[in-house]
């Protein structure tokens, strides 16, 4: 639909929003229309020109106060005085983190407007993508699996962690490759989760489950790994086993992934997501029809197969396969305790806990369940911070754009300074190390099945 908000005379496109639940449509980035330059620019001076005449979403991100500057600063006051070359400042800023289009923007579909912020900026990064590639430090950067590969060999991850600490090695990184110097970096580890849980490994009778609302769980779950878990934080797996074993859930790790696709869909490199989805979806929906359910560690891999890559991929029956399989770990064991299938015999009280709940958790609609569980635990008092920690993958590490990540981070520190609580915790390994370099009072954050760990004294 080409008409703008000022040409829609209807009195049904006068409501000021939708009541109904949103939708997602598919995202058709195969069809060359989808790439015409012009055809993009319509649509999003269409959606610019709506967003303008809202501004309900400009505390989310830098995205919306860098498209009302440039309304503010153009000659009309309007988004027809934003020069089109300019369209593409708006695209830079946005991170898909997905909060417009679920928690603010009240035009989505089914709306006749049928905004969708995140996928239009998709599209306009798919498009810029195909026209200029990108810079090898981007390319470098969503390369998550293959240089983790590099770096987690023995003796050269000592050799990157020790690089990566040092301020002299930093600043010169940041000159030459634009990695921020104060941006906390990934530390490496050739003692992979893959090797930590292999030891571990105990083989228990699955009990299957129905809950109250019909959803199904085979008490037999696939943990895969991702690239940051298997890498960067090893030790996230013994939690996992040790907490899904004391429940009675059997539980393997995948035994080969690659990247699940995040970090390149958001540079715009569409054909490198479906490479990595033709890797991956073969051998998790082989897990699928082997009785197992999946479940990841970092809430953007499971918001990839939970949303995107069905979105990207409608016809592949594989990817819905692996679709329905796939649960946020903690919405798992919500779904047993709430049939009476988790332990609550809690040893040791976790105090108070600031928790903040990332992005691509939020925006999968399923409540806060981390928070509902650490509930559980006697003695122990859970505060949600639901705001973005301006993280993202590399928003945060660029030098263009680590100051506007700090800036949209610090509400949340504000709030995690103040509470004084006895841990910080997040879903998200990456944005919890970004809110703990910022915070004053944050000596270790913890992910949320550590802190479930430590209550079960295990």
């Known amino acids: 639909m080409e008409t703008n908000i000022r040409e ?38 269409r959606v610019y020109d709506i967003c303008h005449g809202c501004r309900r979403c400009v505390s989310l991100c830098q995205s919306f106060p860098t498209l009302f500057d440039l309304v503010d600063e153009s000659e009309t006051m309007e988004v027809d005085g934003i020069a089109k070359e300019d369209y593409q400042k708006v695209v830079d800023q946005c991170y898909l983190c997905d909060m417009c289009y679920m928690s603010k923007c009240p035009y989505v579909p089914p709306h006749e407007w049928n905004v969708d912020f995140p996928h239009l900026m998709l599209r306009a990064k798919a498009v810029r993508y195909k026209e200029q ?51 906390p970096v990934p530390t490496y580890h050739s003692r992979t ?21 019909g959803r199904d769980t085979t008490g037999k779950v696939a943990l895969y790994a991702t690239c940051y878990g298997n890498y960067n934080s090893p030790d996230l797996g013994e939690d996992f086993f040790k907490v899904f074993q004391h429940n009675n859930i059997q539980i ?16 715009g490199d569409l ?21 197992y359910d999946i479940i990841a560690p970092i809430p953007s891999c499971v918001l990839m197969y939970k949303q995107e890559l069905p979105l990207l991929f409608p016809e592949d029956a594989d990817v819905k396969k692996v679709q329905a399989a796939f649960f946020d770990p903690f919405e798992y064991l919500f779904i047993r305790y709430k049939a ?35 509930n559980l635990v006697p003695d122990t008092t859970v505060q949600a911070l639901e705001r973005c920690s301006g993280h993202d993958g590399t928003y945060a590490v660029k030098k263009e754009s680590y100051d506007n990540a700090v800036k949209i981070a ?5 709030k995690i300074d103040g509470a004084g609580a006895d841990y910080f915790a997040s879903d998200c390994p990456m944005a919890a190390s970004h809110l703990a370099t910022l915070s ?9 099945m550590t802190l479930l760990r430590k209550a079960y004294d295990l």
């Open 252 to 267: 393997d790790i995948v035994a080969k992934e690659a990247c699940c696709g995040m970090p390149k869909m958001e540079l």
């Open 193 to 213: 989760m893959r090797k930590r849980v292999s030891k571990i490994q105990k083989d228990i009778t699955p009990k299957p489950i129905t809950d109250s609302k």
């Open 271 to 291: 054909k490198s997501v479906e490479q990595l989805k033709n890797e991956n979806i073969p051998v998790l929906a082989s897990l699928v029809d082997k009785g």
């Open 133 to 183: 590639g990108a810079l090898l430090r981007d390319r470098v950067l969503t390369s998550t699996t293959a240089v983790a590969k590099v770096a987690s060999i023995p003796v050269v991850d000592v050799t990157v962690n020790a690089l990566n600490q040092n301020a002299s090695f930093r600043k010169v990184l940041e000159n030459v490759a634009g990695v921020h110097h104060k941006a």
């Open 410 to 414: 610090r509400p949340v520190v504000k």
């Open 340 to 374: 009476g299938a988790i332990d609550t015999e809690f040893k040791r009280p976790l105090g108070n806990i600031s928790y903040h709940v990332a992005c691509h958790l939020r925006v999968q609609n399923i409540g806060l369940k981390t928070r509902d569980i650490l």
């Open 440 to 448: 004053t009072q944050i000596d270790k954050p913890e992910h949320p």
């Open 8 to 45: 829609t005379n209807t009195s049904e496109s006068r409501r000021e929003g939708s009541l109904e639940a949103p939708t997602r449509h598919t995202l058709d980035w195969k069809d060359e229309k989808f790439y015409d330059r012009d055809d993009l620019n319509n649509e999003l001076e």
